[in-house]
């Protein structure tokens, strides 16, 4: 999730009172809320610098505020209406988790039974793999890396399945960070697992029978999967920074973890169905509400916190409703290209959804909780956001034993440097700060900043050391988020020897493209199939976060619940027969850019892909400044880089197929093995 700014006050229960004054009491209730609504989103819209934004506030059975502002297309004459469809990303995991508890409920599936009594084929290179359960896919304590993003994000490719269906195999050669269920860190494979298992059990694909059991039953007509047939153009264009061109529709085949489409009204309206029993059991509804992080490793003073999973969502109390005495269910999505935030409050039968096209997830959870905030206020309930403050607390002489905290701390953002000296300091420097900040120890045993806005604690727990950050951060218009994470975790010894820091200092700023995402992956226009190996900023014996185990295993040591150690993976290096070296990291395989040849300058050429169906790169070279037109066939695509690595040519996304090659660029074509590609060189 995004870092989200310094605290500010969000006075906007002063707001709605004074325009309660001002209008007939009939009308009042409609008119400040649709405003509150309208503000809020405003303000998501404009802190994220999103291209639009779509909302709805549910309640008791009823959308009472819903609405879009920003454009539709950025080149498009056609207005935004609420029949516009986002991407809701991992949003996507509620659907799931309630699909899974459809089925539990049916008595079909024991959430604590393994998931291999389900998935007889799944197997793993750790046999702790036998331990996972169907509950740990849906509270994120699983054990497993994190993504297999192999082919998961597409654009305008709904039928292909590849991501899902390779999974299985993918796992076969992975290990684990942490052991079965002992702590909950964000796993979106979990998800992917889930998916497959809802499957097997239910005998029909995914998307059928989120239609079936959900979507139809609830009356939601515009909620989709990108396997359905739908209007694709109700879908909010999408945009690469600021270009103006747009891209294809996102189409994630990871639908359980996320690829669900849907409109605002029909997102709020399928969270105010989890208030009641329309879809699931009470039973069911508790156990999504449980705070499941709580059976592992996990911080103190979590209570209201923007992380505490259950089952499904990444916070079951939420702070400024945690002071009322209010259970919020949350949870965020992210896409590449869409942003999406949903709150619950089961005990007052209210939902508030916000989708954006570009923005920022943390963004859209703060307008849905100020939404809420409002309608709670039309209904006579305080929730007041003026505590949104740390307890002071006394300076004191620090423990000597905490000095032995400092080193190198590291997370899956980046790595840190914290020094702790005898007087009570303590200084914090991240990756790509100039100067420390700093703090101070206090009696509760923290340590503050001078403004007394951030709590920063150093614990201990079997063994392995962690920042925990405890903070209130908010912006203006918008209602404040409480978090209580561990951020950061010191990092352990190195094992590195002479031999293995001598080959990877060897491999010092080489960088390594991608060779087996198809060619319609939403990676090669974001220019994210490169990798870089890069020794420079890391602790001595790392690479970045990743402890060099020998010459060509770089593996994932931090064990970090909730966010800090998610999405990790074992870096390995393996050469083929003629010396090229690749680097591969949870089914993702990158060539050596070195390695690549000169594309042809001649006036005619062909590329064909070979039999192993990997992507084939080439260097610019001495073409630089020519113009190549490439006849793509149907099946393939190709891109084109410049030398910052940025894609200026994509066929796929943008319908290019004439370009000027950039100097010290790179060109890759992709597509089924055998597929050829005609080029011609100006």
């Known amino acids: 999730m995004e870092q989200m700014m310094k605290r500010s006050a969000a006075l906007l229960l002063a707001l709605i009172l004074s325009v309660v004054l001002a209008l007939p009491a009939a009308a009042a209730e409609e008119d400040v809320v649709g405003q509150a609504a309208y503000d809020a989103a405003a303000g998501a819209m404009t802190y994220g610098d999103a291209v639009s934004v779509q909302y709805a506030l549910w309640h008791d059975g009823e959308i009472i505020a819903s609405g879009q502002q920003g454009v539709y297309s950025k080149t498009e004459n056609r207005l935004l209406t609420a029949d516009n469809l986002y991407g809701v990303g991992s949003v996507s995991k509620i659907y799931t988790t309630v699909a899974m508890m459809k089925l539990v409920d049916d008595g079909k599936v024991d959430l604590d039974a393994p998931v291999k009594r389900y998935l007889p084929e799944f197997t793993m290179a750790d046999s702790r793999y036998k331990d996972i359960t169907v509950r740990m896919l849906?509270?994120?304590?699983?054990?497993?890396?994190?993504?297999?993003s192999l082919n998961a994000f597409l654009l305008n490719d709904g039928d292909n399945d590849g991501a899902v269906d390779g999974l299985l195999e993918q796992l076969k050669t992975q290990t684990f960070q942490a052991d079965p269920g002992a702590y909950s860190v964000y796993c979106n494979d979990g998800f992917t697992l889930a998916q497959l298992v809802i499957e097997r059990v239910s005998g029909m694909p995914f998307e059928d029978f989120l239609r079936q059991e959900i979507a139809e039953p609830l009356g939601l007509t515009a909620t989709f999967a990108?396997?359905?047939?739908?209007?694709?153009s109700l879908l909010a264009k999408t945009y690469i920074g600021q270009s103006t061109q747009a891209l294809p529709p996102e189409t994630l085949p990871i639908v359980g973890a996320g690829g669900i489409y849907a409109s605002a009204e029909d997102l709020a309206a399928f969270g105010g169905a989890l208030c009641g029993t329309d879809l699931l059991s009470e039973t069911s509804l508790d156990a999504m509400e449980n705070a499941e992080c709580l059976r592992g490793l996990w911080p103190e003073d979590s209570e209201g916190s923007l992380l505490s999973y259950g089952l499904g969502w990444d916070a079951v109390s939420l702070y400024p409703f945690s002071g009322a005495g209010i259970q919020a269910l949350v949870k965020g999505g992210d896409t590449l290209s869409y942003h999406c935030g949903l709150i619950v409050l089961p005990e007052y039968d209210m939902a508030a959804a916000v989708l954006t096209s570009g923005g920022i997830s943390s963004y859209n959870e703060m307008a849905a909780a100020s939404m809420l905030i409002a309608a709670l206020a039309a209904e006579g309930v305080?929730?007041?956001?003026?505590?949104?403050?740390?307890?002071?607390?006394?300076?004191?002489a620090m423990p000597e034993a905490l000095t032995a905290c400092s080193g190198d701390y590291g997370s899956s953002t980046g790595l840190a440097q914290i020094t702790v000296t005898k007087d009570g300091a303590l200084s914090l420097t991240m990756a790509g700060m100039e100067e420390p900040m700093t703090f101070t120890y206090r009696q509760?045993?923290?340590?503050?900043d001078e403004g007394n806005t951030v709590a920063l604690r150093l614990t201990e727990e079997d063994g392995h050391v962690y920042l925990q950050q405890i903070a209130y951060t908010g912006l203006p218009g918008l209602a404040p988020f409480y978090s209580a994470e561990y951020i950061y975790e010191k990092l352990p010894q190195p094992v590195a020897d002479e031999t293995t820091m001598a080959a990877w200092e060897a491999r010092e700023?080489?960088?390594?493209?991608?060779?087996?995402?198809?060619?319609t992956s939403a990676l090669y226009p974001f220019g994210a199939v490169f990798g870089a190996v890069s020794l420079v900023g890391s602790p001595e014996g790392y690479l970045s976060i990743n402890r060099l185990e020998d010459g060509n295993t770089a593996a994932p040591v931090l064990q970090i619940p909730g966010v800090g150690s998610r999405d990790s993976g074992v870096i390995e290096m393996v050469a083929d027969e003629n010396g090229v070296e690749y680097m591969t990291m949870n089914g993702a395989v990158y060539q050596d850019t070195d390695s690549f040849s000169p594309i042809y300058g001649g006036a005619r050429s062909h590329c064909t892909i070979p039999s192993s169906g990997y992507a084939r790169w080439y260097d610019v070279g001495e073409s630089s400044g020519k113009t190549m037109t490439v006849t793509v066939p149907e099946g393939g695509g190709f891109c084109v880089y410049d030398g910052?690595?940025?894609?200026?040519?994509a066929s796929w996304a943008y319908g290019t197929t004439t370009v000027e090659l950039p100097e010290n660029g790179f060109v890759v074509f992709a597509g089924a093995a055998g597929t050829v590609f005609s080029v011609t060189m100006a």
Do not use: C, W
């Open 444 to 448: 509760d045993g923290t340590f503050r």
């Open 509 to 519: 700023g080489k960088i390594y493209a991608q060779i087996n995402e198809v060619y």
């Open 138 to 148: 849906l509270n994120h304590s699983s054990g497993l890396m994190g993504t297999t």
């Open 226 to 232: 990108p396997q359905d047939d739908f209007d694709q």
């Open 382 to 396: 305080t929730v007041d956001v003026s505590t949104a403050v740390l307890d002071e607390a006394a300076a004191a």
């Open 644 to 649: 910052s690595l940025q894609a200026v040519a």
